[in-house]
């Protein structure tokens, strides 16, 4: 666990870091329409790439690997065991000068993310998760407490961004019954820890890529917390395209009040 955070650490400081509020001219590009990427992911995927394979020599699914090869995250389903990589979650943040940005990986067998890394660069935080073992920040043991609170209370993310429109309307009128509301902060390696650690109650996303949401779906379920898709089966690691949907809550039973809530009529 500690080698995979080195290697995490050390690209972000090599690769990613240096660049922050430095990006020249030609250094930020489009991958699709839409989607940016810019030389510190492409630079740090590389570099990760390379020491994770020295590490453990299994097939990496690499964000922009797959930009570039869609083929390679069958190697999630295909493979006893793949490694993760998103080198820069958070690329518009990066590109504007906002410090919400991460450098995340995980480790799958038999298609469940089993280990998990979450660096934040500005802040200077390691999360890390072992199935079975625990979640930590720096460290330290992260057990999120349940929710005593009611309803009105909870405070969390509703990513309305990829739903079609009048689902968003309709989930944003079903969050009336809960308390303020985050309009996300454009990176899962940074929404997944502030529920985590207590800070929000949940998040609730559509789009499900993997390299976004399986390091930080592991790192709230070995907190004591459930991600888990809407129909309550828990989150796996898949290929772009394949199941979307995702409600990510403190504990089993804010989850089950959360979809009683925010999923009515949708």
Known sequence: ??????????ASAEAVEPRFRALAAGEVMEKAPGEIVTVA????????ARRLRDLLPVPVVGEEAVAADPALARALLDEPAAWLVDPVDGTRNFVAGQPSYAVMASLVRGGQAVAAWIWQPCTGTAYTAELGAGAWRNG?????????????????????????????????????????????????????????TGERDFVLYWRTLP???????????EAGGRSARFDGSPYLPEPPGGTNGLLVASDPEQWETLREILLKGV
């Open 140 to 196: 330290e043991r992260l057990v999120r407490e349940k929710v005593t609170t009611p309803p009105e209370s909870w405070t969390g993310i509703l990513k309305t961004r990829y739903f079609a429109p009048p689902t968003s309307h309709h989930l944003l009128a079903n969050a009336r019954a809960l308390g303020p509301l985050d309009p996300g902060r454009g990176a899962a390696g940074i929404e997944y820890p502030l529920v985590a």
């Open 41 to 48: 992911d492409r630079d740090a995927e590389r570099i990760i």
């Open 1 to 10: 666990m500690e080698k995979v955070t080195e290697i995490l650490v050390e």
């Open 211 to 221: 390299w976004d949401h399986a390091p930080g779906s592991l790192l709230i379920t």
